[in-house]
Nanobody, 123 residues
Framework: VQLQASGGGLVQAGGSLRLSCAAS????????MGWFRQAPGKEREFVAA????????YYTDSLKGRFAISRDNAKNTVALQMNNLKPGDTAVYLC?????????????????WGQGTLVTVSS
């Protein structure tokens, strides 16, 4: 599975961005898809995930209400809509795919990772 993230960029605080992740290769529409982020000098942290079929979504508590994850299995894509962005959201955002056996919030639950897309939020 190859994952390609896009949509990052520079945005002012309060603005919005929509990230997209396209999956190709040996893909299964029932893979759990997730987004993580990693700021400079910090650990990679869970942002959001979406279940097989897109019926369940998961978010880190601090981002609930501002971020929304969605997926289009027909197109093998997953999106992350980010609203009311803050400087603290500045990070490289990475998409990941896994089978869900080890949950959805841990890095070890994902077998495939994209290269990441940089989001910079200015104050």
């Amino acid at each position: 599975v190859q994952l390609q993230a896009s949509g990052g960029g520079l945005v002012q605080a309060g603005g919005s961005l929509r990230l997209s992740c396209a999956a190709s290769g040996r893909t299964k529409s029932n893979d759990v898809m997730g987004w993580f982020r990693q700021a400079p000098g910090k650990e990679r942290e869970f942002v959001a995930a979406i279940s097989m079929g897109g019926t369940s979504t998961y978010y880190t508590d601090s981002l609930k209400g501002r971020f929304a994850i969605s997926r289009d299995n027909a197109k093998n894509t997953v999106a992350l809509q980010m609203n009311n962005l803050k400087p603290g959201d500045t990070a490289v955002y990475l998409c990941a795919a896994g089978d869900g056996r080890l949950g959805v919030t841990s890095k070890i639950a994902y077998d495939y990772w994209g290269q990441g897309t940089l989001v910079t939020v200015s104050s």
